[in-house]
């Protein structure tokens, strides 16, 4: 898959200079994140990072100069990027490099959703003991314990288990911050490789044993199987 660079009104990326041939030069890709720029014998050259080149690797980011005109190399890799999408439907590698990825925000999301179990357990021990407290007091020694000191002694459980509310409370409100936050470092990083449609929906298990995109105008296929 390539896409022709020049002058000419012809090409698919066209450089409107007199410095630049009518097709000076052509950009290859050669695999995800991989391409590669020919100059196509043109008159004034083909310059990557201020070196003349007859043909060279590039990446996003390289000074890319035709002739004496410099061109926007991000907007020609999308183009072709969006040409060889365009074109393909067999996305089963970058789909199974996707899923590594998924797996690992489902072991982060897994951590944050989980409850803490011991420390809820310990909690919910110590809750029962002060209430089993309280109440032997109030049950076995209610004819030495004056009005005022049962009234405080029934005041510091209800206080305790208010504690022991706000503090579960407190933990929810966190562990939805952090969720948020989980997602939105994933959220473009789970998507389909070619329509973007994204997956973080759902459960990683949805997705392990799919077949196609969801997005039913998008003909992306997974795990296809070579024989």
């Not at 969720?179 to 939105?184: A, F, N, R, V």
């Amino acid at each position: 898959m390539k896409i022709t660079l020049g002058r000419n009104e012809s090409c698919d990326y066209t450089v409107n200079s007199d410095s630049v041939s009518r097709t000076h030069a052509e950009l290859v890709y050669q695999s995800r994140n991989k391409y590669l720029l020919k100059d196509t014998d043109s008159t004034n050259g083909t310059f990557v990072n201020s070196k003349r080149i007859s043909s060279s690797a590039i990446k996003r980011g390289d000074k890319v100069v035709l002739g004496n005109t410099t061109i926007n190399i991000e907007e020609v890799i999308d183009q072709l990027e969006k040409k060889y999408l365009s074109n393909k439907t067999d996305f089963t590698e970058e789909y199974n490099e996707m899923l590594v990825t998924f797996g690992e925000y489902q072991k982060k999301k897994d951590k944050i959703s989980d409850p803490n179990v011991i420390r809820k357990v310990l909690m919910f021990i110590f809750l029962v003991l002060i209430l089993l407290f309280i109440l032997w007091i109030i049950f076995l020694s209610v004819e030495k314990i004056e009005l005022e000191t049962l009234r405080n002694l029934l005041f510091i459980g209800l206080a305790l288990i208010s504690a022991i509310s706000f503090l579960l409370n407190s933990s929810q409100g966190k562990k939805s911050e952090k969720l948020s936050l989980l997602i939105l470092e994933y959220e473009d990083k789970l998507v389909c490789p070619k329509c973007k449609y994204k997956f973080i929906k759902d459960n990683i298990a949805y997705w392990r044993n799919k077949t196609e995109c969801r997005n039913t105008k998008c003909n992306a296929k997974f795990n296809q199987k070579t024989s």
